[in-house]
C-alpha cells in the first residue's frame, strides 16, 4: 500500500469515527428533548364553532395527540365524557376541549314534563340561566277598571323552584308576535321540566300576563313562597 492510499484508508476512517460522533450526538439530542417533554397523550379539538346549550356528539371534536405535561388537568381524554353533555359555553373552533365546558343535560323526573316558551331578553336573567339553573316565575297582569268590579293590577309568582333544562337562542319577534304593548323585540326560548299544574299555570301567563319574569334562585334557596307573597298589589303595600 503506497502513501496515497493510506491517506485514503485514514480520511475513511476518519470520516466513519465523525459520522458516527455526529449521529451519536443526534441521538443525544433527541433522548434530552423527550427526557423534557415526556410522553404523549390523546386529546381532543373542537371543530367548528359550537354554540351554548348545544347537545355534543363525537363527530363535532378532532381527535389529537400532544405531550401529557402540556396537558391541563381538565382536558378531555375520552369522548365518552361528552355523552349525554351539552356545551356550557361557547366552544371557538380549535379549543382544547375541557371537562369545564361541558354539563350534563338535566333529565325529567317521573310525573314532569318539558315546557318550552318565549321569554322576553329585557325580562329574563341576561346571560345567567343555563341548563340546570332554578328560578321562579313571575307574571304580571293589567288591571280592569270597570266600575264596581274594577280589579287592581297585580304581580303573581305563578311557579316556583322550576327547573331549566335548556335555553335557546336569542331570536328577534315579528311585530305581531311579540307582546301586545310591542315592547319586546327579542326573546329566548327557554325549556322548563314541570309538574301538569305547573306546566297550565306558566302557559296560561305566557298567554294572558302583560309580563313575564324570571327570578334565578341561589342554590340552597328553593323554599316554598309562602302563600302571602305570592300576590302584590301596589295598594296593599305598606
Do not use: H
Not at 465523525?18 to 381532543?44: H, M, Q
Not at 405531550?67 to 359555553?89: F, H, M, Q
Not at 314541570?194 to 340552597?220: C, H, I, K, N, W
Amino acid at each position: 500500500m503506497n502513501s496515497r492510499q493510506r491517506r485514503g484508508v485514514i480520511l475513511l476512517i476518519l470520516s466513519v469515527v465523525c459520522a458516527l460522533a455526529a449521529f451519536a450526538g443526534v441521538l443525544s439530542v433527541i433522548d434530552d428533548v423527550k427526557s423534557k417533554v415526556g410522553p404523549e397523550v390523546t386529546a381532543y379539538e373542537v371543530k367548528a364553532e359550537i354554540q351554548p346549550y348545544t347537545a355534543l356528539s363525537r363527530a363535532q371534536f378532532e381527535k389529537i395527540s400532544m405531550p401529557e405535561r402540556w396537558l391541563s388537568a381538565n382536558a378531555v381524554t375520552d369522548l365518552r365524557d361528552i355523552e349525554g353533555k351539552i356545551a356550557v359555553t361557547k366552544l371557538e373552533k380549535g379549543s382544547l376541549l375541557q371537562s369545564d365546558m361541558i354539563v350534563a343535560q338535566p333529565a325529567l323526573q317521573p310525573g314532569q314534563q318539558e315546557v318550552a316558551i318565549m321569554i322576553d331578553a329585557a325580562t329574563g336573567v341576561a346571560g345567567k340561566i343555563t341548563p340546570g339553573s332554578t328560578v321562579n316565575v313571575y307574571a304580571t297582569f293589567e288591571g280592569e277598571r270597570n266600575g264596581s268590579s274594577a280589579q287592581p293590577a297585580q304581580s303573581k309568582i305563578i311557579v316556583t323552584n322550576a327547573k331549566v333544562l335548556d335555553v335557546g337562542k336569542l331570536t328577534s319577534l315579528d311585530p305581531d308576535e311579540s307582546n301586545r304593548d310591542q315592547r319586546s323585540k327579542e326573546a329566548v326560548p327557554i325549556t322548563f321540566a314541570l309538574s301538569t299544574l305547573d306546566a297550565q299555570r306558566l302557559t296560561y301567563a305566557e298567554s294572558f300576563a302583560e309580563r313575564v319574569r324570571l327570578a334565578l334562585v341561589a342554590p340552597g334557596g328553593d323554599r316554598p313562597v309562602p302563600d302571602q307573597d305570592r300576590t302584590y298589589e301596589l295598594a296593599k303595600d305598606k
